[in-house]
C-alpha cells in the first residue's frame, strides 16, 4: 500500500499493538463524540471501531450558545496506552483547562473510566517496568509529571521536573516552533522521546533523545527531516518489525498519517530508506479508506463515521421520526453555519472526493437554510434558502469571514425535494471545492464557484462534508436528508 496509509484528517497520531492487532487514536479538537478509537490488522488499513467519549463537557463554547465556541480548542494529541489488561487514553483540553485519563478494559466496547489531571501540554504516557507511571509534556523544555501507579492521578512528592531543556537546539539556532508532541517510548531498557520542531525557514523536523534513565542524561539527534512528516510515534510488528506512524500537513485536507519503515543502528532507530519516506510501504493490500462512508440513514444511529460540529443538541434531530431519514430540526437562531447546530461531518479525502445528499424542504421556515457544505472557517455551501418569496438553491462562500451569497436559483413552487453535491480536488494541494445542484439526482448544474479552502489554525482541522440546517430568523423547521453518498473523484 502507498503513503499516505489515510488521505484525510487523522493527527497526532498515537498507536500500540496489542497481540495481532494495532489501535490508534487521533485528534478531533471541537468535534464530537471524540477521540476516535481506529483499529488495523496491518497497520494501513484502518477502521473506527469507537470513541472515547461522546461530549467532553457543557460549556456554553462546547453547545455553541452566546456567541461563543471551542474551535480548535477541544481534545488535543491523545496518548494511547495498554498496561495491565487496562486500555488508557490521555488528552488535554483546552476549553477545559484539564487533562483527561480515560480508561477501559474493552476498547472497543467500553465502558470508558474518567479521571481528571491538571492541564499539561502534548503528553505521552509511560508504564515504565519498575511500576512507577509517567507522563512527558512540554514545549521547548520537556518536562515529566510522576502519577500513581494506576495511572489516574498526580503521585503526591513524584518526579515533576525539566528532563530536556532546550530541546529544540538540537535543529539549529532558530526556531520557529519549540519542541513539542512527546511520544515515549521504553524499548530493550532504553527510554526514547520523539518530539517534532520547525526550524525557521525549513519544515516540520522529527528529533528522537534517549536515555538510560528517565531524568536522563538525555542525547538527542535529528530522525527525519523530509516533506514536513513529522509527529508520532513507534510501534513493532508480531514478526519484529518496526514502523513509526507520523503526519504530514497536507492543505485544505489536513494532516494525513504515513507509515515509515525503522531500522536501529548503535541503538539508535533509523527512519525511512536513506532518509525519506518511501512512497509504498511495502504492506497492504490496499483496502480502500474506510473512515468515511455513504450512509442511506436506515438504522435507528449513526454511524461511527459521523460527528457532529460540537455537542449535538439531541433534542433537534432524529433517525426515527422517520426512520430511513436524517430529521434536522432548528433549535436556535445563527447567524451562519459555523453558529449552527446539528451540522453532522464526516471527512473529505484525497487525492479527490465527492459528497451527495437527498434533501427534503417542505417544512423549512423562512430565514432557514440547509444543505451541504465544504467546512471549515473559510466554508461554502450549496443549499436551499427560504424566503417570503419562495425557496431557492444558494451557493454560499465563507471564505472572506462573512456569508456571502454567489448564486441563487429560484425554486417553483411545489418542489419538495432536491439534490445537493460537493466535489473536492486536493491533487497538488489545488484544494478547489465545487458546487452542485438537482432536481432529479440525474442531471447536475453547478452553481456559484469554486471555494479555494484553506487549512486554518482557528479550526486546526482538514475540510469536512457538513449537513446542515440553521435558522436566521425563526426556529423550529425541519429538513429531512434521505442520504448522504461519497465516491472517490472530485468533479
Same mark, same amino acid.
Given at each position: 500500500m502507498k503513503n499516505p496509509i489515510i488521505w484525510a484528517d487523522v493527527p497526532d497520531p498515537s498507536v500500540i499493538r496489542v497481540n495481532d492487532t494495532f489501535y490508534m487514536s487521533s485528534t478531533t479538537m471541537h468535534v464530537n463524540p471524540g477521540v476516535p478509537i481506529m483499529k488495523s490488522d496491518d497497520l494501513v488499513n484502518w477502521e473506527i471501531v469507537n470513541y472515547v467519549y461522546d461530549v467532553l463537557g457543557d460549556k456554553e463554547e462546547q453547545r455553541l450558545e452566546k456567541g461563543k465556541d471551542e474551535y480548535g480548542r477541544g481534545s488535543w494529541a491523545s496518548s494511547l496506552r495498554y498496561h495491565n489488561g487496562i486500555y488508557y487514553v490521555v488528552f488535554s483540553s483546552q476549553t477545559e483547562n484539564k487533562t483527561f485519563v480515560f480508561r477501559t478494559k474493552d476498547i472497543e466496547g467500553g465502558p470508558w473510566e474518567k479521571h481528571v489531571l491538571p492541564f499539561v501540554h502534548d503528553m505521552s504516557l509511560l508504564f515504565d517496568d519498575d511500576g512507577r507511571t509517567y507522563l512527558v509534556y512540554g514545549a521547548g523544555d520537556i518536562r515529566i509529571l510522576e502519577l500513581t501507579a494506576a495511572g489516574t492521578a498526580v503521585k503526591p512528592n513524584g518526579l515533576d521536573q525539566v528532563i530536556i531543556p532546550d530541546s529544540s537546539a538540537i535543529a539549529g539556532p532558530d526556531i520557529a516552533l519549540k519542541a513539542e508532541g512527546a511520544h515515549i517510548h521504553k524499548i530493550n531498557g532504553m527510554y526514547y522521546i520523539f518530539l517534532i520542531t520547525w526550524p525557521r525557514g525549513g519544515i516540520r523536523t522529527q528529533l528522537c533523545y534517549r536515555a538510560q534513565t528517565i531524568t536522563g542524561p538525555w542525547e538527542g539527534k535529528v530522525v527525519l527531516q523530509?516533506?514536513?512528516?513529522?509527529?508520532?510515534?513507534?510501534?513493532?510488528?508480531?514478526?519484529?518489525?518496526?514502523?513509526?506512524?507520523? =503526519?504530514?500537513?497536507?492543505?485544505?485536507?489536513?494532516?494525513?498519517?504515513?507509515?515509515?519503515?525503522?531500522?536501529?543502528?548503535?541503538?539508535?532507530?533509523?527512519?525511512?530508506?536513506?532518509?525519506?519516506?518511501?512512497?509504498?510501504?511495502?504492506?497492504?493490500?490496499?483496502?480502500?479508506?474506510?473512515?468515511?462512508?455513504?450512509?442511506?440513514?436506515?438504522?435507528p444511529e449513526l454511524g461511527l463515521v459521523w460527528q457532529w460540529n460540537h455537542n449535538p443538541d439531541d433534542d433537534n434531530w432524529s433517525l426515527t421520526e422517520r426512520p430511513g431519514y436524517l430529521?434536522?430540526?432548528?433549535?436556535?437562531?445563527?447567524?451562519?453555519?459555523?453558529?449552527?447546530?446539528?451540522?453532522?461531518?464526516?471527512?473529505?479525502?484525497?487525492?479527490?472526493?465527492?459528497?451527495?445528499?437527498?434533501?427534503?424542504?417542505?417544512? +423549512?421556515?423562512?430565514?432557514?437554510?440547509?444543505?451541504?457544505?465544504?467546512?471549515?472557517?473559510?466554508?461554502? =455551501?450549496?443549499?436551499?434558502?427560504?424566503?417570503?418569496?419562495?425557496? *431557492?438553491?444558494?451557493?454560499?462562500?465563507?471564505?472572506?469571514?462573512?456569508?456571502?451569497?454567489?448564486?441563487?436559483?429560484?425554486?417553483?413552487?411545489?418542489?419538495?425535494?432536491?439534490?445537493?453535491?460537493?466535489?473536492?480536488?486536493?491533487?497538488?494541494?489545488?484544494?478547489? *471545492?465545487?458546487?452542485?445542484?438537482?432536481?432529479?439526482?440525474?442531471?447536475?448544474?453547478?452553481?456559484?464557484?469554486?471555494?479555494?479552502?484553506?487549512?486554518?489554525?482557528?479550526?486546526? +482541522?482538514?475540510?469536512?462534508?457538513?449537513?446542515?440546517?440553521?435558522?436566521?430568523e425563526n426556529p423550529g423547521g425541519w429538513v429531512d436528508f434521505d442520504y448522504f453518498r461519497i465516491s472517490g473523484g472530485g468533479r
Open positions: 523530509e516533506a514536513g512528516i513529522a509527529q508520532g510515534g513507534l510501534v513493532d510488528t508480531p514478526d519484529g518489525k518496526w514502523y513509526a506512524l507520523l =503526519f504530514g500537513d497536507r492543505g485544505a485536507v489536513g494532516r494525513i498519517p504515513y507509515l515509515i519503515p525503522v531500522t536501529w543502528q548503535d541503538g539508535w532507530p533509523v527512519l525511512g530508506v536513506d532518509g525519506r519516506v518511501p512512497e509504498d510501504t511495502g504492506l497492504g493490500p490496499d483496502r480502500g479508506i474506510r473512515i468515511v462512508a455513504s450512509d442511506e440513514f436506515d438504522r430529521r434536522l430540526r432548528t433549535g436556535k437562531i445563527s447567524r451562519d453555519i459555523t453558529e449552527a447546530r446539528n451540522s453532522l461531518t464526516q471527512r473529505t479525502f484525497g487525492p479527490e472526493c465527492s459528497g451527495e445528499v437527498a434533501l427534503e424542504i417542505d417544512q +423549512m421556515r423562512e430565514g432557514d437554510y440547509a444543505g451541504l457544505a465544504a467546512f471549515q472557517k473559510h466554508y461554502g =455551501f450549496v443549499g436551499v434558502k427560504m424566503t417570503g418569496r419562495g425557496k *431557492a438553491i444558494v451557493m454560499v462562500d465563507g471564505s472572506e469571514g462573512e456569508q456571502v451569497e454567489v448564486e441563487s436559483v429560484e425554486l417553483a413552487p411545489g418542489v419538495s425535494r432536491v439534490y445537493l453535491r460537493i466535489g473536492c480536488d486536493f491533487r497538488q494541494q489545488k484544494d478547489l *471545492a465545487n458546487f452542485y445542484y438537482s432536481l432529479d439526482g440525474k442531471e447536475w448544474t453547478p452553481i456559484g464557484r469554486s471555494l479555494k479552502m484553506r487549512y486554518t489554525l482557528p479550526h486546526f +482541522m482538514g475540510y469536512r462534508f457538513a449537513l446542515f440546517n440553521f435558522a436566521s
